[in-house]
């Protein structure tokens, strides 16, 4: 049987915790039981003959167990945007990062494309920054923060002390089809 290769340079010790991805029993597609440590932190190229599990062991393991880990440490809202790939055929995968996968094709996207919508990490960065992110106020700078309807009116009462009249506006008919000529003239 004819197995992928792994090459590095060997200038770090892959013995300690941390610097290696270690797999252990991997049996996916023409991989039998196949066990070894690829080092972290540096340039490594994974060769062999055509099906000798090259692919197999870059995209259905390591990517597909690195994107299930870093899916798992998200909430469930945004778990169900993405798709979830299958849990691969392995003992054990130890020391694997989150994991971005670039398809292997030659041109890909336009002259707008970013490395971000390319490897549709895109997807992830928003959603990280929609739910961790903090909103500012562009004119004033402060932060943007939930309020209650009591403060909320405070604010408002503040304000027309302070300008004179103030316009207050908000979307009565929202994400509805049909005709609303009745909403808009009562409003």
Same mark, same amino acid.
């Given at each position: 049987m004819c197995y992928p290769h792994v090459v590095f340079d060997g200038r770090n010790s892959i013995g300690e915790v941390g610097e290696a991805i270690g797999i252990h029993g991997?049996?996916? #597609?023409?991989? =039998?039981? !196949? +066990?070894?440590? /690829?080092?972290?932190?540096?340039?490594?190229?994974?060769?062999?003959? %055509?099906?000798?599990? =090259?692919? +197999?062991?870059?995209?259905d393991l390591l990517f597909a167990e690195g994107q299930r880990r870093f899916l798992d440490s998200m909430s469930l809202y945004a778990r169900q945007f993405v798709e979830q790939l299958a849990r691969p055929d392995v003992d054990l995968i130890t020391g694997i990062p989150p994991t971005v996968s670039i398809e292997q094709r030659s041109s890909r996207g336009g002259g707008k494309s970013t490395v971000a919508t390319v490897t549709e990490v895109y997807h992830f960065l928003r959603l990280l920054?929609?739910?961790?992110?903090?909103?500012?106020?562009? *004119?004033?700078?402060?932060?943007?923060?939930?309020? +209650?309807? *009591?403060? !909320?009116?405070?604010?408002?009462? %503040?304000? /027309?002390? $302070? #300008?004179?009249? !103030?316009?207050?506006?908000?979307?009565?008919? =929202?994400?509805? $089809?049909?005709? #609303? +000529? *009745?909403?808009?003239?009562?409003?």
């Amino acid at each position: 049987m004819c197995y992928p290769h792994v090459v590095f340079d060997g200038r770090n010790s892959i013995g300690e915790v941390g610097e290696a991805i270690g797999i252990h029993g991997a049996r996916e #597609h023409n991989l =039998k039981n !196949l +066990t070894f440590n /690829i080092p972290r932190n540096q340039f490594v190229v994974v060769t062999g003959v %055509s099906g000798s599990g =090259k692919s +197999t062991l870059a995209f259905d393991l390591l990517f597909a167990e690195g994107q299930r880990r870093f899916l798992d440490s998200m909430s469930l809202y945004a778990r169900q945007f993405v798709e979830q790939l299958a849990r691969p055929d392995v003992d054990l995968i130890t020391g694997i990062p989150p994991t971005v996968s670039i398809e292997q094709r030659s041109s890909r996207g336009g002259g707008k494309s970013t490395v971000a919508t390319v490897t549709e990490v895109y997807h992830f960065l928003r959603l990280l920054f929609a739910r961790l992110g903090t909103q500012f106020c562009p *004119d004033c700078g402060m932060a943007v923060e939930a309020q +209650t309807r *009591d403060e !909320l009116e405070r604010r408002l009462q %503040s304000d /027309i002390r $302070k #300008h004179g009249e !103030l316009l207050l506006l908000a979307p009565v008919v =929202k994400n509805r $089809k049909g005709f #609303h +000529t *009745d909403v808009a003239e009562w409003a």
